[in-house]
T-cell receptor, first 114, second 114 residues
Framework: DAGVTQSPTHLIKTRGQQVTLRCSPKSGHDTVSWYQQALGQGPQFIFQYYEEEERQRGNFPDRFSGHQFPNYSSELNVNALLLGDSALYLC?????????????FGDGTRLSIL | DQQVKQNSPSLSVQEGRISILNCDYTNSMFDYFLWYKKYPAEGPTFLISISSIKDKNEDGRFTVFLNKSAKHLSLHIVPSQPGDSAVYFCAASEWVNYGQNFVFGPGTRLSVLP
């Protein structure tokens, strides 16, 4: 039973560039959420996708955008990268809407901005 | 404004003793609470959860207690083992726009000493 997989594991970019991170949810899950985790902090919610639509969004600027594909996989795009975007980006998946369910996390993508 | 707080950044416990990790929240709309464990270079792993209609949930060595009136929950690990050494995140969720919105605390680093 495949868990949540994220790619790449590490990425180095420079200020002003754009980046795309990818996530495949746990088998059977249809909802994908993205989080940013800075050093020493808990995961901060970016947005959530269900049925290929952004359903909820945290307090992140429009430079952060995403997409969900028909197979439930998802991408996180960040434009005009800033030094402060350096963080661990986590993808979490869960099943459906309407029942309390835990989210399951991937191992993250470590993004470093130079 | 942190909606989920973990006021102890770190905790050290002797092997075999009880570990108690605490978490406080402010949003009365939260109705589902979770604990995650995170090792370095891995994503958070789901440990145990509790619905707001309960005050206790057990799973092996892990027990979560919820005090709704105090907006407080705790995770008890008995007996503690060296492999339990990790960062523990408390999370809470509420339903927003038909989706679960998860909010994480900043984490507590548990060290179990042999």
């Amino acid at each position: 039973d495949a868990g949540v997989t994220q790619s790449p594991t590490h990425l180095i970019k420079t200020r002003g560039q754009q980046v795309t991170l990818r996530c495949s949810p746990k088998s059977g899950h249809d909802t994908v959420s993205w989080y940013q985790q800075a050093l020493g902090q808990g995961p901060q919610f970016i947005f959530q996708y269900y049925e290929e639509e952004e359903r909820q969004r945290g307090n992140f600027p429009d430079r952060f955008s995403g997409h969900q594909f028909p197979n439930y996989s998802s991408e996180l795009n960040v434009n005009a990268l800033l030094l402060g975007d350096s963080a661990l980006y986590l993808c979490a998946s869960s099943l459906g809407q309407g029942l309390n369910q835990p989210q399951h996390f991937g191992d993250g993508t470590r993004l470093s901005i130079l | 404004d942190q909606q989920v707080k973990q006021n102890s950044p770190s905790l050290s416990v002797q092997e075999g003793r009880i570990s108690i990790l605490n978490c406080d929240y402010t949003n009365s709309m939260f109705d589902y609470f979770l604990w995650y464990k995170k090792y370095p270079a891995e994503g958070p792993t789901f440990l145990i959860s509790i619905s707001s209609i309960k005050d206790k949930n057990e799973d092996g060595r892990f027990t979560v207690f919820l005090n709704k009136s105090a907006k407080h929950l705790s995770l008890h690990i008995v007996p503690s083992q060296p492999g339990d050494s990790a960062v523990y995140f408390c999370a809470a969720s509420e339903w927003v726009n038909y989706g679960q919105n998860f909010v994480f605390g900043p984490g507590t680093r548990l060290s179990v000493l042999p």
